[in-house]
């Protein structure tokens, strides 16, 4: 099994009869998980510790186990959506995993994930650590853009690619049962980053006559243009040549960066959020960094 990510269409061209499965946890994702699974015609078996979740699911046709035991006594394929790596110990404490394709939905570090697939493994059972980019309004719904990222036993995840495809895409990651939780992580840290830019951009221009409206069509469709920097970052991390194709070097963006500062005095803005990224760059101007770009910014953040 390649280690790139693996596609899996939501649509397959064949038609297998659909698989039974298992699912503990019917949280706001949880449900949205077991409604697609119901919805394409699997036989689902479903545990709750608030059993009275279930009651909408059981008139969809979902079996309604008494406990996590029984549940995941049930069927070979078992997937996990409950609400914290805490919450899965308990609900597997004790059972019987033998045999059992264990999927973790559960969001986590990829330490954890790495744990969790040990032990799955040693109690017998193969493991697939999961970490879902959607929310649960997204979950089932073509066209949507949901996706998970998969990572851990290739042969399970060749086994049961069909049946998890159902609610999202699927993008398998390799081997290692720690790399859904680090794509899934780096991903969110990336959108927070995006997050806090955003948040500014709008602080300046609060009290002033742009409204908001006004100014959010202008700055999404300049962070998408912003966004195709992506690539060239990723290029010169990989060919250790920061000076590659670089257009406005970091020498330059570490000049301009007093009239941000001061924009922000001005406007009575804290800046707060952008000045740790200043620092960075400073720091790395100073290590003689002028010709490149923000590319060794990553080296400095590492420890």
Known sequence: METNPVEHPSESSSKPAPAPLTLLGLGAMGTALAEAWLAAGHPLTVWNRTAARAEGLAARGAAVAATAGEAVAANRLVVVCLLDDASVEQALDGLDLAGKDLVNLVTSTPGQARERAARAERRGARYLDGGIMAVPSMIGVPGAGAYVFYSGSAELFEAHGATLAVPAGTRYVGADAGHAALHDVALLSAMYGMFAGVAHAFALVRG????????????????????????????????????????????MQVAGQETLRRTAEEQRVSGELLEPYFRLMA????????????????DLLRR
């Open 208 to 251: 002033e006559s742009v409204a908001p409206s006004e100014l959010a069509p202008l700055l999404g469709s300049w962070l998408t243009a912003m966004s195709g920097s992506v690539a060239g970052t990723a290029e010169r991390l990989e060919s250790g040549d920061y000076t590659r194709g670089v257009v406005s070097n970091l020498a």
């Open 283 to 298: 720091r790395r101007l100073e290590v003689g960094g002028g010709a490149e770009d923000l590319t060794g910014v990553v």
